[in-house]
């Protein structure tokens, strides 16, 4: 007669921390999307490029909790605006990205805008694929060593975008 054999059970996760030891945002904004809305919200209003940089490089960045998801949301939405668009630094051409991913695919078919601070490399934008395809992509690191490093590791993820072939 067959014997049955006890399947152990599963080890419960951690119960999670109590809200309080979770670390907030000062001044944390509003809105689901974040800073990136804000953003969106003063360039479709006709900010100014100080104003727009002002609130890109405000001091609470560092501790924006906004998603890479949220930030291709709002790219996805932007990305009939031609102004905007071709405001983004061009890959190997323009801007901080004008050294980045030389002698490959990604070079002007990616652009995008970078984001550094000590300890956080960003990268969000747009490639044009293989395939045809526009896609939008963010890159968002934080709590680094070495950002420029991350950033070179960055321009390569866009290289395999401008890959793809769908």
């Known amino acids: 007669?067959?014997?049955?054999?006890?399947?152990?059970?599963?080890?419960?996760?951690p119960a999670p921390p109590p809200a309080a030891s979770i670390p907030t945002a000062p001044a944390a904004p509003a809105t689901p999307n974040g800073r990136y809305l804000e953003i969106l919200d003063l360039f479709r209003s006709g900010a100014t490029e100080e104003a727009l940089l002002s609130k890109i490089h405000s001091e609470n960045a560092r501790y924006d909790l906004t998603t890479p998801a949220q930030v291709v949301t709002v790219l996805k939405a932007m990305a009939t605006d031609s102004p905007f668009v071709n405001s983004l630094a061009l890959m190997g051409e323009s801007g901080t990205l004008q050294n980045e991913a030389l002698g490959t695919v990604?070079?002007?078919?990616?652009?995008?805008?970078?984001?550094?601070?000590?300890?956080?490399?960003?990268?969000?934008?747009?490639?044009?694929?293989?395939?045809?395809?526009?896609?939008?992509?963010?890159?968002?690191?934080?709590?680094?060593?070495?950002?420029?490093?991350?950033?070179?590791?960055?321009?390569?993820?866009?290289?395999?975008?401008?890959?793809?072939?769908?």
Not at 2 to 13: E, F, W
Not at 138 to 162: C, I, K, Q, R, W
């Open 106 to 166: 990604a070079v002007g078919d990616c652009r995008g805008k970078t984001g550094t601070l000590n300890d956080v490399a960003n990268l969000a934008g747009y490639c044009t694929a293989q395939d045809g395809h526009a896609l939008a992509f963010a890159f968002l690191a934080n709590g680094l060593g070495d950002p420029d490093y991350v950033h070179e590791v960055e321009a390569s993820m866009t290289v395999a975008l401008a890959k793809y072939n769908g």
């Open 1 to 13: 007669m067959p014997t049955a054999t006890a399947t152990p059970r599963p080890t419960p996760a």
